[in-house]
């Protein structure tokens, strides 16, 4: 079986296949970085519309200059790309378009004026579809230039370049970047130039499309300007964290697509998709602050935390009223079906024991039990007091808020009640019963 990638030989700086996985990291982890401020913007889907609207600069440009070159292609899309960002700004602001709409508008206009321009004025140019869809990153080193005496793939060299551009431009407009980012508004009234920065920021998505075409394909650009983005912004709320987790995750896509379409035999830009994907639906899944499991994870230990919390208040009023205990079935008539984990818990914490069948409150737990209910009864009091609602329709309200009532506001609910009463009085709530203090 021959390995994925070989330890380097004289002469060979890196092996065949280490070349593609550098090439496809490069892509994921530039379009990765990219894709934060659009993100940020609410402009994903600006990454797709520069991806079409720079046909008509690549067209154009190999008619200008009657070449293929680099250079030519980046200019010529640079100079759409730009057009793009500023026309679907001018549509919003003038023609008071919604920016989708108005993007949709500019991109379709100018990606038909491309083909336009490619079927009557280029029909001799080379154009394999399906190199534009998906590009050919698996034959990245047979094309090769010499630098400093070393021959490189052309597109790593290019992609190396392209990421250094950057690099440069996000260390000297760190700031500028981060605030038109999330408030193009308060840039502008700070004295930032947020439009120039936002021509910058399409300028640097356009060169990198160019730049990954050949690669990757206009599909898998797309996807790399959303997905690791959308996936880093699962996992954290930071924007420099943001900036990290998304060049991480779009390099990792890059290579872990390639590991896989080697395995698999297929095509590499749909399977770093697809690893795209598979990162995306990790942290939907499993992310601490928005991953389903993690919030059905904290639903369930609310809903355990209440079911605790009514247990000690009901052996609390059963040893108040009776000096008796509770059993289990009365317990599970309260409470539900998490009576028997909540049981569980409770007897393992200390705050509760059995004796001859029925739930007791030890001293620790009848302490807790005993604050639990006094805030239960000053919020029915507050509630009748204030409010002027009915003895009778306190209840049911109190015990939906009392598992969400601070110490603090116990305090001043206290403080509250007792206004214009002795202090020796004892509060009592709207049922007549002693409102237990601390």
Known sequence: MNPIFTLPLVGDIFS?????????????????????????????????????????????AFLL??????????????????LTGVLTAGLHRVAKIAEDASMGVVFTTLFALGVLLISFAARNVDLDPGCVLYGLIELTPLDTVSLAGIELPRATAALGAAAIVV???????????????????????????????????????????????????????????????????LLTDRYTRLLILSTLIGAASGAGGYFLAKRLDTSTAGCVCIVGALFFLSAALCSPRHGVLSRLARQAALRLRIGREDILGMLYRAAELRDTGLSTQDLRQ??????????????RSGLITMHADTWRLTEQGHAQARQFVGTHRLWESYLAARLGLPPDHVHAAT???????????????????????????????????????P
């Not at 070349?19 to 401020?37: D, N, P, Q, R």
């Not at 030519?72 to 640079?78: D, E, P």
């Not at 193009?184 to 920021?201: D, E, Q, Y």
């Not at 939906?400 to 305090?411: K, L, N, T």
């Open 16 to 60: 065949y296949d280490l070349w593609v996985i550098a090439t496809a990291s490069l892509v994921g982890a530039l379009c990765g970085v990219l894709g934060c401020y659009l993100l940020l913007r609410r402009l994903s889907m600006l990454g797709d519309a520069i991806s079409h609207a720079i046909l008509p600069g690549l067209a154009g």
């Open 65 to 82: 200059s009657g070449s293929r070159e680099l250079v030519w292609m980046l200019l010529g899309a640079g100079v759409v790309g730009v």
């Open 167 to 233: 690099g440069v431009v996000f260390a000297a407009l760190h700031k500028e970047i981060k605030l038109v980012a999330f408030d193009p508004a308060l840039a502008a009234a700070l004295g930032l130039r947020p439009t120039l920065v936002h021509i910058v920021m399409v300028a640097l998505i356009a060169g990198v499309s160019v730049v990954s075409f050949e690669s990757v394909g206009s599909i898998l650009v797309v996807a790399l300007l959303v997905t690791p983005a959308a996936t880093a912004h």
């Open 334 to 347: 309260g409470v539900g079906a998490s009576t028997a984990i909540a049981l569980f818990g409770l007897r």
């Open 399 to 437: 015990h939906r808020a009392e598992h969400f009532i601070q110490a603090g506001v116990r305090e001043k609910l206290a403080a509250e009640l007792r206004a214009g009463q002795p202090s020796e009085s004892p509060l009592t709530d709207p049922h007549g019963r002693a409102i237990p203090g």
